[in-house]
């Protein structure tokens, strides 16, 4: 098997990291352990890692703060674990700058597609460019046609407003990503747009009823519930 990439797990807890090294080796990604805040900043500078697996309890400073030292200087793919669950946390530290987030306990598949998701998005660069090049992004049998401002589905239009269609477009650049409210509406409606949650809600409910087959039980996009929203990667 070839070495894929570099991960850093920073996870004070011994059983997690251990879990998460064993898990991700068996997939091939060298991975490197760290058991603080400290540590872990220190061995992203020396060791380079192509993504950082981030617990928010560390021992000698908050996970969040790690993240905000560490955006001050890189753009470096973080998915952060927690047994924090609830949804004001997951949004702060998307908010933040994380890449994706993941409450404890999760399973070796959830782990998995987030390492995955989180990888794709460094290696196509921005992510953007890439979609912007091919001119469309497919999932099943959803496909945004960038060019067209068109959404097909089943190779249907979906007949999409403009505003639904930015909305779909904006997930598609940031496939597999949940993105918070905020961002989505900052993105759409500018930083000062108020009362957007209700308009994006809205929105997406019109969406749904679009694309998905049965909007109660969505195949393309899924809502984490009083954090965002995530377009379906597919896997
Ligand atoms: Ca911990």
Known sequence: MTIKEKILVAEDEKNIAQFIAAVLSGQGYETVLARSGGEALSMISSHCPDLVILDLGLPDMDGLDVLARLRSWSSLPVVVVSARSHERDKVTALDAGADDYLTKP????????????????????????????????????LVIDYNRHQVLIRGENARLTLSEFRIVALLGKHIGKVLTYDTIIRELWGPRAGGGNQILRVNMANIRRKIEKNPAEPEYLFTEVGVGYRLSDGE
Do not use: K
């Open 106 to 141: 999760f399973g070796t598949a959830e782990l998995l597609a987030r390492v995955r998701t989180a990888i794709r998005h460094t290696r196509t660069a921005s992510g953007n460019d890439e979609i912007a090049r091919a001119g469309t992004c497919t999932v099943g049998e």
